[in-house]
């Protein structure tokens, strides 16, 4: 990435999340909406906690990009990212918790279930969970009701049974949670990460097409774009947690090899982990071909998720 790029990558990254951490702080905020009763301060200052507490917005970024570069509307583009980051950050609340992956600090700051208590954390995801539906089904996000039913069944299907959650469970019997702990072979590895870390991501992508309308060639190269950025972060992901530190990080490092998780860096070691992960920025790269120089963006957004330090 020249000098240029990376300055108007950092520029656009910056400015995404600004925008979006303005609009979370606002959907959070204690105002009840039509159709609620009272928004419980407790519950609200957990959820709040859990998205409100930095992070670089990639996959709003991702999404508002993808939406522009189809011709899709900012503002509906940055609602729909800040649905995601809701959802994200459900997901990451309930990793976190000692049932799941039991750690004790997220982005610099005590875990929720840390930070109050496991209940809390608990409601704190569900809520934000719902809220991030609430927020994709509203009239804002394009006057199109089906292009808003299409972001709804998109969402639902990258979070859930066949996506997030159901990586998750993949992930937590690789550990052997509830049966005799095995070695997952590499394509298995692929296809949990593809839907744990991947789903979310590969949505942020194909949510910025949804919203522009796009054509099924320009869908189908935009679906391979997203494939191949949500195994290279998952990738990057694992490499930092061999080879960072948690106050980098922001979280625990080491905690993958000391849970005996199923990573590919565990599986092909460090240098050919490295490998993969510059074969997949070359698989985006050639996936957004067809766009030409009003790609470049999401080029960059690739190469920074292979290059991150946390």
């Known amino acids: ?101 039991d750690d004790d600090l997220r982005r610099g700051l005590p875990t929720v279930h840390k930070a109050f208590d496991q209940a809390t954390a608990i409601l704190a995801g569900d809520a934000l969970l719902t809220l991030a539906f609430d927020c994709v089904a509203r009239a804002d996000v394009h006057p199109d009701a089906d292009v808003r039913i299409a972001l709804v069944m998109a969402l639902a299907r990258a979070a859930g049974l066949g996506g997030m959650a159901g990586g998750q469970m993949l992930d937590l019997a690789a550990e052997g949670r509830f049966d005799r702990k095995r070695i997952l072979p590499e394509n298995e590895i692929a296809t949990m990460q593809a839907m744990k870390t991947g789903g979310l991501i590969g949505f942020a992508c194909r949510a910025g097409a949804i919203l522009g309308q796009a054509d099924a060639a320009a869908r189908v190269a935009i679906d391979r774009y997203g494939a191949a950025v949500g195994q290279a972060y998952q990738i990057a992901d694992d490499l930092l947690d061999v080879e960072g530190d948690s106050a980098t990080l922001g979280k625990t490092a080491g905690k993958d090899a000391a849970a005996g998780k199923a990573t590919l860096v565990a599986a092909l070691g460090a240098a050919s982990a490295r490998a993969r992960l510059d074969a997949l920025i070359g698989q985006a790269d050639v996936a957004l071909a067809p766009f030409g120089a009003k790609a470049d963006i999401l080029r960059a957004a690739a190469r920074f998720i292979a290059q991150r330090q946390r």
């Open 1 to 101: 990435m020249d000098s240029g790029s990376q300055q108007d990558f950092a520029t656009r990254l910056a400015a995404v999340a600004a925008e979006t951490d303005a609009l979370l702080e606002r959907l959070l905020g204690d105002q009840a909406l039509p159709g609620e009763i009272v928004r419980p301060q407790r519950l609200l200052a957990a959820m709040r906690h859990a998205v409100l507490g930095g992070g670089k917005r990639l996959r709003p970024f991702l999404l508002v990009e993808t939406a522009t570069l189809f011709g899709a509307s900012r503002d509906g583009a940055l609602l729909t990212g800040a649905a995601l980051e809701c959802l994200h950050c459900y997901s990451l609340v309930h990793d976190d918790l000692p049932a799941m992956d």
